[in-house]
């Protein structure tokens, strides 16, 4: 199984050829793979410099999903960008478009089969992962939500950045996206363990 985040950011100004406003340019995913066995493994994708991420995003994905295993998204933003990405790869079309046969989305689950009070009326995994799994949160880190995770990707890749404090955002940011997809294997694992 294969649980899936996305980072991404959208500029008022296209920035990239081909791009439109607002557009949403995907800049890294986070895949950890649980393995029949119970091997879990961690993949990961970052940009790390001004450029168009989306063809690289699309091939360092399909590298990462292969042709086997269900995909584990938590909402179905994931299947967007994976059709927008199929629109503007054309070459990587039928190969994008196939993973989406194999995509469970994990907080529709959720929301049909469990709550919590402590999710305060809401199903996002900001509110479902500190009530179902206290000892994982967002607290500790120093980008804790997608839109910090755009803004300090920009700073990132702003050549004015100094070197370390560039190092610095990178490490950030993997370990953000890296989160959301290990809350996601910990997630299923304790609505498992509760039925």
């Given at each position: 199984?294969?649980?899936?985040?996305?980072?991404?950011?959208?500029?008022?100004?296209?920035?990239?050829?081909?791009?439109?406003?607002?557009?949403?340019?995907?800049?890294?995913?986070?895949?950890?793979i649980l393995h029949k066995n119970?091997?879990?493994?961690?993949?990961?994708?970052?940009?790390?410099?001004?450029?168009?991420?989306?063809?690289?995003?699309?091939?360092?994905l399909l590298g990462a999903l292969g042709k086997r295993g269900s995909i584990v998204t938590y909402t179905n933003y994931e299947e967007g960008i994976i059709k927008?990405?199929?629109?503007?790869?054309?070459?990587?079309s039928d190969q994008l478009l196939a993973t989406l046969y194999r995509v469970v989305d994990l907080y529709a689950i959720i929301r049909k089969n469990y709550y919590?009070?402590?999710?305060?009326?809401?199903?996002?995994?900001?509110?479902?992962?500190?009530?179902?799994?206290?000892?994982?949160n967002y607290e500790?880190?120093?980008?804790?939500?997608?839109?910090?995770?755009?803004?300090?990707?920009?700073?990132?890749?702003?050549?004015?950045?100094?070197?370390?404090?560039?190092e610095r955002i990178k490490v950030a940011l993997l370990a953000y996206c890296g989160q959301d997809t290990l809350a996601m294997v910990k997630l299923r694992e304790n609505i498992l363990n509760r039925s």
């Open positions: 199984m294969h649980f899936l985040d996305f980072e991404t950011l959208g500029f008022a100004v296209p920035k990239y050829a081909g791009t439109r406003s607002y557009q949403s340019i995907p800049f890294q995913w986070s895949d950890h119970g091997v879990l493994e961690h993949w990961e994708y970052l940009c790390k410099e001004d450029k168009d991420p989306r063809e690289e995003f699309a091939k360092t927008k990405l199929a629109e503007g790869f054309p070459q990587y919590h009070p402590e999710f305060h009326g809401s199903f996002s995994l900001k509110s479902v992962v500190p009530a179902l799994l206290p000892d994982m500790n880190l120093a980008i804790r939500e997608g839109q910090q995770a755009g803004l300090e990707f920009l700073r990132m890749i702003d050549p004015s950045t100094p070197t370390e404090e560039r």
